[in-house]
């Protein structure tokens, strides 16, 4: 999947309010240009899981759009899988599948399975590959307490486990996952989550995730697209982005005897370093930027004075990388 320089603008009429607006409109109609998409250049290879982010109204939706063939560029070129998919509809439709989190693309009075034996009639599956397909799903997304009942009758997450069976039946190269687990209970998220990491290392399926759910991000993807009105402003490995921008590291001790580190001593040693105790329990916590220290030389140095019961460290969440991202994006901005 290739994007070079590609850019979308719309055109939105300009009008003043009441009747007299609407006939000088009429008459001399205005208008302005919006660019949602502004030269955006990107090269992702076949088996990869990429999150494609940004805040709202940065372009994603509009470009995964142009991907999928539903809207034609304005400028530069588009390919997937060596197809342009605006020109070549049908054949792009072959090469991929979608999920999008508010819509189905089950038909809603037919029986699940109704809806996926027609998808495998239009796309003209084998029947044995169809079989196999069928037992896949069945195994990790547990469709068969629900294939025969209608797509009204059934839960989100139940039709979301179906949406992502008919997006995949075909068995496609590329799957574009717009806000696939919005609105779902944890356990379901997790099956849907599985099952989309089980499709990308089995069947080397590209994925492009847009999502506001970090869990998401962290636990299908690689690689980390950042996009802000319309521009590109970070591709990388999602642990770079953690090293660029995520500092901070805690550390939580349990200890068997009182506290025998005081935080003048610790700010001494380490200075930034923060210690917290909490009113309750035999614990304490160490917060400090491991850019200046190791989690080793913290460890170290309580180590030498208290007993340790217990130890474990909190990695910086991608949720506050990206929000701190976000953060200076609009700061930028403004």
């Given at each position: 999947m290739v994007a070079d320089n590609l850019t979308k603008e719309f055109r939105h009429a300009v009008k003043k309010p009441g009747l007299t607006g609407s006939i000088r409109h009429l008459l001399n109609p205005e208008y302005e240009k919006k660019t949602a998409v502004d030269r955006i250049s990107f090269s992702i290879e076949r088996g990869e899981s990429v999150a494609y982010v940004g805040p709202n109204g940065a372009g994603k939706s509009t470009t995964i759009k142009m991907l999928t063939g539903i809207l034609v560029p304005t400028g530069g070129q588009v390919l997937v899988d060596g197809v342009i998919p605006y020109k070549n509809r049908i054949e792009n439709a072959r090469n991929i599948g979608a999920v999008f989190g508010q819509r189905t693309q089950l038909w809603w009075d037919l029986p699940v399975l109704e809806s996926l034996t027609l998808l495998k009639e239009i796309y003209e599956?084998?029947?044995?590959?169809?079989?196999?397909?069928?037992?896949?799903?069945?195994?990790?997304?547990?469709?068969?307490?629900?294939l025969h009942l209608p797509a009204r009758k059934i839960s989100l997450g139940q039709r979301m486990r179906a949406d992502l069976a008919a997006s995949l039946l075909h068995n496609p190269k590329v799957l574009y996952l717009d806000e696939p687990t919005i609105g779902l209970d944890v356990s379901v998220k997790a099956r849907i989550r599985q099952f989309i990491r089980e499709v990308n290392r089995e069947s080397g399926t590209t994925i492009l995730l847009t999502t506001h759910d970090m869990e998401d991000i962290e636990d299908i993807c690689k690689r980390l697209l950042i996009i802000d009105r319309g521009r590109v402003i970070f591709d990388g490995e999602l642990q770079a982005v953690k090293d660029a921008f995520a500092q901070e590291r805690t550390i939580h001790f349990e200890v068997r005897a009182p506290l025998h580190v005081g935080e003048e001593e610790l700010a001494a040693q380490f200075p930034g370093a923060v210690l917290h105790i909490p009113s309750e329990g035999s614990g304490f916590s160490v917060r400090f930027n491991r850019f200046y220290y190791s989690a080793g030389d913290i460890i170290d140095f309580v180590t030498k004075r208290n007993e340790i019961v217990d130890i474990h460290i909190d990695e910086p969440s991608i949720e506050l990388v990206i929000r701190q991202i976000y953060e200076v994006i609009l700061t930028f901005r403004g």
């Open positions: 599956i084998p029947d044995r590959e169809y079989k196999k397909r069928m037992e896949l799903f069945e195994d990790i997304l547990h469709l068969g307490e629900f």
